[in-house]
């Protein structure tokens, strides 16, 4: 079974700051991996799919880095601005979606 | 770009009835079709695998019996909580792709329905 991790748990930062966040997963056998965000009481917004056979894919100020041979990806946010709080949560797709508890960020204005 | 509607938004029912939870795909055909479910804080946990005429493949712990899974057409699939208690209330959230792993553009999400059972 698939378990996957994110860390931190949660993040606050001043506006204009650089986030990171880190996904793990403990099966790399995945066809590929999808960064979402969720706003309270909201559905899932995808940001970036980023396939097995890519290292890294861009949009804006959104990077996402895949690693598949050690279970691990990151999302970089550049110039965090207040709309970007929000839980965002990783999912390697393994034929379903597996998810993580998400990191939950706040951007201070 | 792939766009999932999910109806009702929100729906409030009494105890021991049913309620229906439809997801469409607007602009592609959805073969498989993924139903969540989110309790407060917490991240999503599947239910249940549907794939489009075939029966829905159920998660461990998930009473088949109580979460009736349609996936009729290549664009819609419902989910009917039977017999409704308050412990049904929670988040149902569905997604939808076009292949097994998502293909060249992963799942699309629906906007979620807040069940309430009074």
């Known amino acids: 079974k698939q378990e996957v991790t994110q860390i931190p748990a949660a993040l606050s930062v001043p506006e204009g700051e650089n986030l990171v966040l880190n996904c793990s997963f403990t099966?790399?056998?995945?066809?590929?991996l999808q960064w979402f965000r969720q706003d309270p009481g909201k559905g899932l917004t995808s940001l970036l799919l980023?396939?097995?056979?890519?290292r890294e894919q861009t949009s804006g100020r959104l990077n996402a880095s895949l690693d598949k041979s050690s279970g691990r990806s990151t999302l970089y946010i550049a110039a965090s601005q207040p709309g970007d709080s929000a839980t965002y949560l990783c999912a390697p797709h393994d034929y379903k979606l597996s998810f993580g508890a998400g990191t939950t960020v706040t951007v201070r204005a | 770009g792939a766009v999932v509607s999910q109806h009702p938004s929100r729906v409030i029912c009494k105890s021991g009835t049913s309620v229906k939870i439809e997801c469409r795909s607007l602009?592609?055909?959805?073969?498989?079709m993924f139903w969540y479910r989110q309790f407060p804080k917490q991240s999503l946990m599947l239910m249940a695998t549907?794939?489009?005429?075939?029966?829905?493949?159920?998660e461990q712990g998930v009473e088949k019996d109580k979460f009736l899974i349609n996936h009729a057409s290549l664009t819609l699939s419902t989910l009917t909580v039977t017999s409704a208690h308050p412990e049904d209330s929670s988040f149902y959230i569905c997604?939808?792709?076009?292949?097994?792993?998502?293909?060249?553009?992963?799942?699309?999400f629906g906007s979620g329905t807040r069940l309430t059972v009074v």
């Open positions: 997604s939808a792709g076009t292949i097994p792993g998502g293909g060249d553009y992963g799942y699309t």
């Open positions: 602009d592609f055909q959805a073969t498989t």
């Open positions: 980023i396939q097995s056979s890519q």
């Open positions: 099966d790399s056998a995945i066809y590929n």
């Open positions: 549907s794939n489009e005429g075939s029966k829905a493949t159920y």
